[in-house]
């Protein structure tokens, strides 16, 4: 037999070994753990090769077998699954366990959607540690955009109970959740497909975006791949540079003896209020660059040596922090909650030196009003809103300041989730034509700049998901924007309130669109409001109280 013949035979029996183990594939959502809409078909859907047979099985319940298309799609209906039992699933040669039967819920919008668990934790923390559910579950759509692509599918990820993954739950959509649980008895769904700061329109499909050729035009400005890249680039290169110079110039890094060290006098440095301002500006210009604050705390022999929690509220923006002289947190930027725990046989007897770096680059610097400042020793670092905690030490009040090194404005920083359409292509064209009870949506934060577009904007988008679903009525419940800013920041707060006017407009004229109210439960110093749970019970009531008419 000649080369070329025995070649041939090879190849062909590799590609029948191929075809003989190409199997059907299915997208991340349809998983073990899943919770199926109750009193809808069971859908499922996937790939396969051209013209394959796919058999989709109940055990012990109901079956279909359809082909799949010329490009490899199939998707099947079989009746809908009863509440009060899990199910296994086959599908081929796959198997899809514990699946649940209940409410499911899309949860969508931008940082107060996003926001998990583990950062309400200063009201919630021993409600959230007592509580298990294991019929709670929820999906999280990895954070994703795509210039390009419809995508079907995305990234690997997987169902998770509270039980599982609590922590990482939207805090919201978990509030909501258990207040669903608690009134129905049924297991509840999340799908969370959020991501913090971005706008609308990032959330809307291209092709319907096509009545605002601005958005259109702004995805086109970037879509080519090597330009994007070479923006990054370039801003890597704009950040390592303004990072390094400040470091470089800062004497509190490089003196003889840091300004985080014990042996440091610091006794000629300034006294500043914590809160206290004149620091943080020339009258005009924000103090950009880095600012050294040291407070000293006396410890008694009953607490010395023992672990404890470090609370110093927000700061604007960065900040590193030692404690006597060990470096114990440090946070890239404004928002998170600082909670450093302080390491067992750190702090002792008598004098003990907290330093904190604060690194501006934007804005002006300072520490936030109205949070927790404090050293707490035992096992509750979430005092702020739990029982008293006599083994607390405040830290407001006086400490010692000093200017460490003075820079001009840091780098821009291009954030392309932002752009039009992106998130729609990544995060929920693959999901939404999973059958759900309705939308919950959190957003509106990042366009309360441009308020006047923001109706036709959400009009848009309910529009679109509601076609790509195939549900023509699927509920979204609107969640009012929290209140938020100083009561003398009057055109920010009436910036606000409009935003809120046009989420109200929306709701009222949109059939099976409904507002939430969540004004009252904002707070002045914080975008993100801790109370999601009384906002979560509200989003129940409000679903148990409305379907999709109105």
């Known amino acids: 037999m000649?080369?070329?013949k025995i070649l041939s035979l090879a190849l062909a029996f590799t590609l029948g070994l191929t075809a003989a183990e190409a199997k059907v594939t299915l997208p991340q959502i349809l998983?073990?753990?899943?919770?199926?809409?109750?009193?809808?078909?069971?859908t499922l859907w996937g790939k396969a090769d051209a013209g394959e047979e796919v058999t989709v099985r109940v055990v012990k319940g109901k079956k279909a077998t359809v082909t799949a298309g010329d490009d490899g799609q199939w998707r099947v209906e079989l009746p809908a699954l009863?509440?009060?039992?899990?199910?296994?699933?086959e599908v081929n040669d796959l198997t899809i366990s514990n699946v649940a039967v209940g409410d499911v819920l899309l949860c969508s919008g931008q940082s107060n959607m996003e926001l998990p668990v583990n950062r309400v934790t200063d009201m919630f923390a021993d409600e959230v540690?007592?509580?298990?559910?294991?019929?709670?579950?929820q999906f999280l759509v990895?954070?994703?955009?795509?210039?390009?692509?419809?995508?079907?599918?995305?990234?690997?990820?997987s169902w998770k109970s509270v039980d599982d993954d609590v922590m990482n739950f939207s805090a919201l959509a978990y509030f909501t959740a258990k207040a669903l649980n608690e009134k129905t008895g049924l297991p509840v769904g999340i799908i969370n497909s959020s991501w913090g700061g971005t706008p609308v329109e990032s959330w809307i499909s291209e092709s319907?975006?096509?009545?605002f050729p601005y958005y259109i035009n702004q995805k086109k400005l970037y879509e080519n791949d090597a330009?994007?890249?070479?923006?990054?680039?370039?801003e890597n290169r704009d950040y390592a540079a303004w990072n390094s110079t400040v470091d470089g110039a800062d004497p509190g890094l490089n003196g003889e003896v840091k300004y985080y060290s014990t042996a440091l006098d610091d006794s000629a440095w300034a006294e500043k209020d914590l809160f206290s301002t004149d620091w943080s500006s020339d009258g005009m210009t924000p103090a950009n660059g880095t600012h050294w604050f040291r407070r000293t705390v006396t410890i008694d022999a009953d607490h010395a040596g023992k672990p404890a929690t470090l609370r110093l509220g927000c700061v604007v923006d960065a900040d590193s922090v030692w404690v006597n002289g060990k470096q114990v947190g440090f946070t890239s930027y404004q928002y998170p909650p600082r909670i450093y725990p302080i390491p067992e046989g750190l702090l002792h007897e008598g004098e003990n030196v907290i330093t904190v770096r604060l690194i501006s680059q934007n804005g002006r610097p300072h520490f936030v009003k109205e949070k927790p400042y404090k050293l707490i020793f035992g096992d509750r670092p979430y005092a702020r809103y739990g029982v008293a905690n006599d083994d607390e030490i405040s830290l407001e009040g006086t400490w010692r300041y000093h200017r460490g090194a003075p820079m001009p404005q840091g780098p821009g920083m291009m954030f392309y989730c932002y752009m039009p359409s992106v998130l729609y292509n990544a995060m929920i064209n693959p999901v939404i034509t999973y059958p759900v009870r309705g939308?919950?949506?959190?957003?509106g934060e990042s366009n309360v700049g441009r308020s006047n577009q923001y109706p036709r904007l959400l009009e848009t988008m309910i529009a679109n998901w509601r076609d790509a679903s195939g549900d023509a009525g699927m509920p979204f419940y609107i969640v009012e924007l929290a209140d938020f800013l100083d009561k003398n920041d009057k055109g920010g707060r009436a910036a606000w309130q409009t935003m809120r006017d046009r989420q109200a407009q929306v709701a009222e004229e949109t059939p099976g669109a409904y507002l939430v109210r969540n004004s009252d439960l904002g707070e002045w110093n914080d975008i993100h409001p801790l109370d999601k749970k009384t906002l979560g019970s509200r989003v129940a009531e409000k679903i148990l109280t409305t379907d999709s008419s109105k």
Do not use: C
Request: charged share 30%; net charge neutral; hydrophobic share 30%.
């Open 142 to 157: 990895p954070k994703e955009f795509d210039f390009h692509t419809l995508r079907t599918d995305v990234s690997p990820t």
């Open 227 to 234: 330009y994007r890249d070479a923006i990054k680039e370039q």
């Open 2 to 4: 000649n080369t070329n």
């Open 82 to 89: 009863k509440p009060g039992k899990t199910y296994t699933i």
């Open 31 to 42: 998983s073990d753990g899943m919770v199926v809409q109750r009193d809808r078909p069971l």
């Open 439 to 443: 939308v919950v949506w959190y957003q």
């Open 129 to 137: 540690a007592s509580y298990s559910n294991p019929s709670i579950r």
């Open 208 to 211: 319907d975006l096509a009545e």
